[in-house]
């Protein structure tokens, strides 16, 4: 009877170590509630659970870098292209070949297999109508017209040391303006007209869908949410040009479970019910044959600057960049 109790014993251990390993911690800079269908559907098919954990794009390649000698997460799914870019440059993540990464066009993936885009999205402004005409403003229509006195307190962005977002507007604006100094004179005028800087890069849409703030500057699937959603709100791309983000997926390097990872990261790459939640936030994928929704806003709908990602997610511009704003307007707000 003891044997058969320890055999028993041993039995059950064995059986808990399997389905212990049947999960994946993973970091996510989608939206969470995009996160937490996603990655249901995909325990529903798979059987491996996520254990997710959302934050911006700057705030994951700070974790990532903090928890480097002894990485808790093993993919990071979403977030701008050019944090995984400086991820990969920092060393934090680690390169991997999927049998379909072939499905997603060669411009939209990293030439070393770090990274692969998933969806892409214009920076634009999305105005409040009626908070605007309560308040006497005009729908703006260029970065210059945020530069106008009667904006002074009714724009919000993201701060750009915690959000992508934030900071692919720094990079657009470089390549608008010609030059990084030029840059850092329009985010300074500019920041006269901001009333506050969120941590999140969708969080001033939010507020503009509410009414808190009349104007704010994100990108356009984020905006297109809001207004599907009923929020009387006009959507706008600056005239000038504007940037975009290549929404992207990475493994992280040293991930404590490398095998599920892979398995989430092909999943997502693939399966037509993931690229079908994906389309529910009008997101415009960039995989071959991926469905689209009616209302998501393309690229080549609007004008957009020539990006030059490599330069734009290096860890070093990225660095001079930040702490050019960080010194010259962020710790100038008291």
């Given at each position: 009877m003891k044997r058969f109790t320890t055999l028993l014993l041993i039995a059950l251990i064995a059986v808990s170590s399997v389905f212990a390993a049947e999960s994946v911690n993973a970091y996510t800079t989608l939206e969470e509630p995009l996160a937490a269908k996603l990655f249901a559907r995909f325990e529903e098919?798979?059987?491996?659970?996520?254990?997710?954990?959302?934050?911006?794009?700057?705030?994951?390649?700070a974790r990532l870098e903090a928890e480097a000698s002894n990485p808790q997460a093993s993919i990071w799914v979403g977030g701008v292209g050019l944090d995984h870019i400086?991820?990969?440059?920092?060393?934090?993540?680690?390169?991997?070949?999927?049998?379909?990464?072939r499905n997603t066009p060669a411009q939209y993936r990293d030439p070393d297999n770090y990274w692969i885009g998933l969806y892409v999205g214009p920076l634009t402004f999305?105005?409040?109508?009626?908070?605007?005409?309560?308040l006497g403003l005009d729908v703006p229509h260029s970065w210059a017209d945020l530069l106008k006195s009667e904006y002074k307190g009714y724009v919000r962005m993201a701060n750009p040391n915690?959000?992508?977002t934030a900071y692919n507007v720094l990079t657009t604006m470089c390549y608008v303006l010609g030059s990084e100094?030029?840059?850092m004179e329009y985010m300074a005028a500019l920041d006269k007209n901001i009333d506050q800087y969120t941590r999140s890069g969708s969080a001033p849409g939010k507020s503009v869908a509410t009414g808190e703030i009349p104007i704010a500057i994100g990108y356009a699937h984020d905006q297109v949410k809001i207004k599907?959603?009923?929020a009387n709100v006009e959507i706008t791309a600056p005239?000038?040009?504007?940037?975009?983000?290549?929404?992207s997926m990475s493994l992280v390097a040293g991930g404590?479970?490398?095998?599920?990872?892979?398995?989430?990261y092909d999943w997502i790459i693939s399966d037509p019910d993931a690229q079908q939640i994906f389309t529910e936030w009008y997101v415009v994928l960039v995989a071959n044959g991926a469905p689209k929704h009616p209302d998501a806003l393309s690229i080549d709908q609007i004008k957009t600057v020539e990006q030059d990602f490599a330069w734009d997610g290096d860890p070093e511009t990225k660095s001079r960049l930040l702490d050019r704003w960080t010194s010259e307007i962020g710790n100038k707000r008291g």
């Open positions: 098919e798979t059987g491996i659970h996520v254990n997710f954990v959302r934050l911006s794009g700057g705030e994951c390649v400086t991820a990969k440059g920092k060393g934090l993540t680690a390169p991997y070949v999927s049998r379909y990464a999305v105005t409040n109508l009626d908070r605007a005409a309560e915690s959000s992508g100094d030029a840059m599907e959603a009923g005239e000038e040009g504007t940037g975009f983000e290549l929404a404590p479970d490398p095998v599920n990872a892979k398995k989430l």
